[in-house]
């Protein structure tokens, strides 16, 4: 069974920052690209960044280009989120989401819980 | 950035009903474009990737069709579980975009 557990969330200052982890399990980690999608509550989906099956392609959003590092692990089976100077429109849940593929530029199968950041001061 | 526009935003159905809800892209997304369904309190599932193929353990009553600009999302003979919020996302190009959303509830 896929298993995708988010951590690292929690209340931070605005120009703070905060590292997200996501640990993988029951699938080859390797295999497969991995993002964060992040989701105010109440409101839609947006994909924040990517990572491609080997960390040789990286994507993300407008919004947080310069602040947010996506990295990964494979020997962890380890995904991760650094987000540095923060804003409070960065406040949401952020999900780590499997990608179908071991690309960055696809669907995403398999969504962990989240994790809740909260900025504000 | 490639714009995703769903519409309606929200539709009242009942059970057994045949429900429609398109997604428009900003540009050609040939058949880069998949559904998903979310519950409230609950994380996004994926329905349709590419356009028209069904996800593994997902009914057959969901389907999906288009191409380019224009896609549709059906479910035939809604049931009860199928109440819920649906988006849909281009996997064309980075950044990655999503639909804002359509909300199925009851009438």
């Known amino acids: 069974e896929v298993q995708l557990v988010e951590s690292g969330g929690g209340v931070v200052r605005p120009g703070g920052s905060l590292r997200l982890s996501c640990a993988a399990s029951?699938?080859?980690?390797?295999?497969?690209?991995m993002s964060w999608v992040r989701q105010v509550p109440g409101k839609g989906l947006e994909w924040v960044s990517g990572?491609?099956?080997?960390?040789?392609?990286?994507g993300y959003a407008d919004s947080v280009k310069g602040r947010f590092t996506i990295s990964r692990d494979n020997a962890k089976h380890s995904l991760y989120l650094q987000m540095n100077n923060l804003r409070a429109e960065d406040t949401a849940l952020y999900y780590c989401?499997?990608?179908?593929?071991?690309?960055?530029?696809?669907?995403?199968?398999?969504w962990g819980q989240g994790t809740l950041v909260t900025v504000s001061s | 950035d490639i714009q995703m526009t769903q519409s309606p935003s929200s539709v009242s159905a009942s059970v057994g009903d045949r429900v429609t809800i398109t997604c428009r892209a900003s540009q050609d997304i040939r058949t880069w474009l998949d559904w998903y369904q979310q519950k409230a309190g609950r994380a996004p599932r994926l329905l349709i990737y590419a356009a028209s193929s069904l996800q593994s353990g997902v009914p057959s009553r969901f389907s999906g069709s288009g191409s380019g600009t224009d896609f549709t999302l059906t479910i035939n003979s809604l049931q009860p579980e199928d109440f819920a919020t649906y988006y849909c996302q281009q996997a064309h190009s980075v950044p990655l975009t999503f639909g804002g959303g359509t909300k199925i509830d009851i009438k």
């Open positions: 989401a499997r990608s179908i593929t071991s690309v960055v530029v696809t669907a995403f199968g398999d």
């Open positions: 029951g699938f080859t980690f390797d295999d497969y690209g």
């Open positions: 990572i491609n099956w080997n960390g040789g392609d990286i």
